[in-house]
């Protein structure tokens, strides 16, 4: 991790693979898992930065009410931290078979060194800011019989000290690599996310972005924007038909300076714009179990495969493919290599 001026100690540190040299290349070859370009996605170099969080489950059984309010009492069986936010996304692309680097602020607190030491594990290169002032971003989630009954959040917006150590961060690794991943929960990592965009295309590397909001301005430059249907609605209004949609979708593209924007649809699947017009694919026909952290499987699926050097339309199918695996499983999950045969 970096600490912020006056601190004591540190916490964490490099992961996994280092980033190694090359860009992307090619498409899939003999032997690959069904077409998915595991050998040019292994060469791929992937920042992510943004809100890293830690998602912490308590499973339990619930067998009555309490006496002191008509709530379920939940007998706590079982506890399980999962990495949440932005560090989610690195997971899903380290799992995925790509080298992951994942910037972002913690606090110095028990989540914040179990974020590091999760992102470890998981072959991340972590780089982390601490900020000693305020909490690591942590959603607590408690469930019963395998339904979530209860979530409670604890944030709050970082300081300046920690977003100027971000920044720093960000300056260094940027260049090496091929893609950069912006995953925006409107935390606060991400308040100087236009500077972030112009240091990128300085560097000549793409950035995509999973955004919040409505102020799609903040994103300009970036190379595709991902917001699922009711993001969209809120940057641009409802829509009547799908040509009212490819027209409102084109001209904020055209605004923004992208190359393309995909929409994530949920059961009616996902549909790219771009210079060539409109592309669709229908959802995967698979069970939804849990929604939570799909849009961070679908990001990381984008990343890898437009590192490895994809089209987009190629690009968003592996997503849409990754993203119908990931909804059948419980909470914020992954979707690996070997999977998505």
Known sequence: MTRLPGEQGAAGGP????????????????????????RAVARARVLVAGDVML??????????????????????????????????????????????????IVGDDE?????????????????????AGRPTTLKMRVLGRQQQLLRVDFEETPGEPALDALDVLSDRLIASHDVLVLSDYAKGALKRVEALIERARRAGVPVLVDPKGDDY??????????????????????????????????????????????????????TLFTDAGRDHVDAQAHE???????????????AVTRAAGLAWPEAMRWANRAGGIVVGKLGTSIVTAGEMS
């Open 15 to 38: 992961g996994g693979a280092a980033a190694g040299a090359g860009g992307p290349q090619g498409r899939a070859q003999a032997g690959e898992v069904l077409g998915f370009p595991v």
């Open 55 to 104: 998602d912490r489950y308590w499973f339990g059984e619930v067998d009555r009410i309490s006496p002191e309010a008509p709530v379920p009492v939940v007998r706590v069986a079982r506890r399980e931290d999962r990495l949440g936010g932005a560090a989610n996304v690195a997971r899903n692309v380290a799992a995925l078979g790509a080298q992951a680097t994942l910037v972002g």
């Open 111 to 131: 989540p914040g060194r179990h974020v590091a030491e999760l992102a470890r594990e998981a072959g991340i290169r972590a780089e982390l800011a601490v900020d």
């Open 217 to 270: 301005r903040r994103y300009r430059g970036a190379a595709l924007v991902t917001p699922n249907r009711s993001e969209m609605q809120q940057a641009v209004g409802r829509w009547s038909d799908e040509g009212q949609l490819a027209e409102r979708a084109q001209r904020l593209r055209g605004e923004l300076g992208l190359e393309a924007l995909l929409v994530t649809r949920s059961e009616q699947g996902m």
């Open 288 to 302: 939804v179990f849990d929604v939570s952290g799909a849009g961070d499987t679908v990001l990381a699926t984008l």
